[in-house]
């Protein structure tokens, strides 16, 4: 399967079967999101591997989009290793960066036969405090993993795409 097709096969999965993701599986997602790009290479970012029964159910009480998912990826950032443009005080790289990293876990994960989910609907800075994560990190997306539920299927917006001419312009 080429890349393209891969991306274009992927779906935000949104039902989860019982089956817990292999250790090996897992692992080589964290190591595709480890071998992803960040600005500098600072490597602002953090992720939560949330199994535990606490952590999934804390989860849970802040957001309906688990799905029933055995295994979550909760991706944040580091606010002191993240990189700031020199040119302009005001921007910073931590969400750009944790993007990056959460779409090479996303899309290793897909290559494995295992489904994902973006998701950033949920109260982040309550999740933060309920996870007791360290002070100066921020939370940007959380993403349940697993073995894609029968009755799993893509959004009916899935393959709704803009044509290029309507997001590319060349100048």
Excluded at 12 to 35: C, G, M, W, Y
Aim: net charge negative; charged share 20%.
């Amino acid at each position: 399967m080429t890349f393209l097709e891969l991306a274009k096969e992927r779906f935000s999965v949104r039902k989860f079967t019982d089956k817990p993701v292999e250790k090996e599986k897992l692992d080589l997602i964290l190591q595709a999101a480890n071998a992803a790009p960040t600005a500098k290479n600072q490597q602002p970012q953090r992720i939560y591997v949330l199994q535990s029964e606490k952590a999934l159910t804390t989860l849970s009480q802040l957001t309906p989009c688990v799905f029933g998912a055995k295994t979550v990826l909760l991706f944040t950032y580091n606010l002191d290793e993240q990189w700031n443009n020199p040119l302009q005080s005001d921007i910073f790289s931590g969400i750009e960066d944790v993007s990056i990293v959460a779409t090479h876990a996303m899309l290793q994960a897909a290559e494995l036969g295992i489904g994902s989910c973006w998701c950033n609907y949920f109260p982040n800075q309550k999740l933060e405090e309920a996870l007791n994560l360290p002070k100066n990190e921020r939370t940007v997306l959380f993403m349940p993993i697993g073995y894609a539920d029968e009755a799993a299927a893509p959004s009916p917006n899935h393959t709704a795409k803009k044509p290029l001419k309507d997001t590319v312009t060349y100048l």
